[in-house]
């Protein structure tokens, strides 16, 4: 069964540093999601890609945080200088085109970012 | 602003009880609405998706109402299982946006 990759699993980084992540959405999936959910929260949308394109920014901190998916398919998120509020968990999705009518989002196993 | 509502946050049940699960959501204006398990340090399986003009879904021991109209959805878990234990996640997709908006989870604890 297809899935959505993720790397790392794990980041652990010092404050000031800067780090990113990878995702690899499910092949034939056009929309691409960073979520980030903090330890008992649900997961809050940080953009959102059709495609090669930004549908959605609105809650991304863009003084720290970018966000690319240059090709339309694999998406790079990445924070400079990490702070120790942004430790959570980053989660990626992807789904099918909005034309194929079905918005059904799948997940990968995410990336756990500590800062310290 | 569309807010998601699940009560309770944590429940605890022994093996073979039928629980339900709560989830609601302040604008009735949703294109879908899908439920999730999450398991700890891990990310999100989708366990049904209901679209805004479905009352409910199934699979396996799982069962998904919703009634858009009241703001309501919920999770029926019949025969409870130790396999079981995870936070369920309750999202709703608003009309004209493909963004999630997710409530805060419900743990649920099946003790052997």
């Known amino acids: 069964e297809a899935e959505v990759a993720q790397s790392p699993r794990y980041k652990i980084t010092e404050k000031s540093q800067a780090v990113a992540f990878w995702c690899d959405p499910i092949?034939?999936?056009?929309?691409l999601y960073w979520y980030r959910q903090i330890l008992g929260q649900g997961p809050e949308l940080l953009v959102q890609?059709?495609?090669?394109?930004?549908?959605?920014d609105s809650q991304l901190p863009k003084d720290r945080f970018s966000a690319e998916r240059l090709k339309g398919v694999d998406s790079t998120l990445k924070i400079q200088p990490a702070e120790l509020g942004d430790s959570a968990m980053y989660l990626c999705?992807?789904?099918?085109?909005?034309?194929?009518?079905?918005?059904?989002?799948?997940f990968g196993p995410g990336t756990r970012l500590t800062v310290t | 602003k569309q807010e998601v509502t699940q009560i309770p946050a944590a429940l605890s049940v022994p093996e073979g009880e039928n629980l339900v699960l709560n989830c609601s959501f302040t604008?009735?204006?949703?294109?879908?609405l899908q439920w999730f398990r999450q398991d700890p340090g891990k990310g999100l399986t989708s366990l049904l998706l209901?679209?805004?003009?479905?009352r409910e879904q199934t699979s396996g021991r799982l069962n998904a109402s919703l009634d858009k109209s009241s703001g309501r959805s919920t999770l029926y878990i019949a025969a409870s299982q130790p396999g079981d234990s995870a936070t369920y996640l309750c999202?709703?997709?608003?009309?004209?946006?493909?963004?999630?908006?997710f409530g805060k989870g419900t743990k649920l604890t099946v003790n052997p």
């Open positions: 890609f059709q495609d090669e394109s930004v549908v959605d």
């Open positions: 604008d009735s204006a949703i294109y879908n």
């Open positions: 999202a709703v997709m608003q009309g004209g946006s493909e963004k999630l908006v």
């Open positions: 092949s034939g999936h056009a929309t």
């Open positions: 999705a992807s789904s099918l085109t909005p034309t194929s009518g079905i918005y059904e989002q799948y």
């Open positions: 209901i679209q805004s003009s479905q």
